[in-house]
Nanobody, 123 residues
Framework: VQLQASGGGLVQAGGSLRLSCVAS??????CAWFRQAPGKERDFVAA?????????LGDSVKGRFTISRDGRKKNMVYLKMNSLKPEDTALYYCAATPRLVTGPTNEYEYDYWGQGTQVTVSS
């Protein structure tokens, strides 16, 4: 089982980035994005069931971020980030689990994690 996140980078405030997560080796029920800034706890960003008909967003990113699946590459999940703010600067991780999830915002629900991709937003 492997998750690989990519797409991070340096962007000015107000800009956009799209993160990608490729999942392989398992059939997952739910995929999510979390982020962790230096000196802070890991926070929930977004989650989606594998059918793509249920999505969840953290309060701080609602209206700015969108989680989605690739229509053709069923093992690819995206996080589109618009109107980025300096406080969005963090290491972003994708996570997934094959198990039934009851609390998609809880990091302990997820069994597999990618290596993280850095997002830096300059003011």
């Amino acid at each position: 089982v492997q998750l690989q996140a990519s797409g991070g980078g340096l962007v000015q405030a107000g800009g956009s980035l799209r993160l990608s997560c490729v999942a392989s080796g398992e059939t997952f029920s739910t995929c999510a994005w979390f982020r962790q800034a230096p000196g802070k706890e890991r926070d929930f960003v977004a989650a989606m069931n594998w059918r793509g008909d249920k999505t969840y967003l953290g309060d701080s990113v609602k209206g700015r971020f969108t989680i989605s699946r690739d229509g053709r590459k069923k093992n690819m999940v995206y996080l589109k980030m618009n109107s980025l703010k300096p406080e969005d600067t963090a290491l972003y991780y994708c996570a997934a689990t094959p198990r039934l999830v009851t609390g998609p915002t809880n990091e302990y629900e997820y069994d597999y994690w990618g290596q993280g991709t850095q997002v830096t937003v300059s003011s």
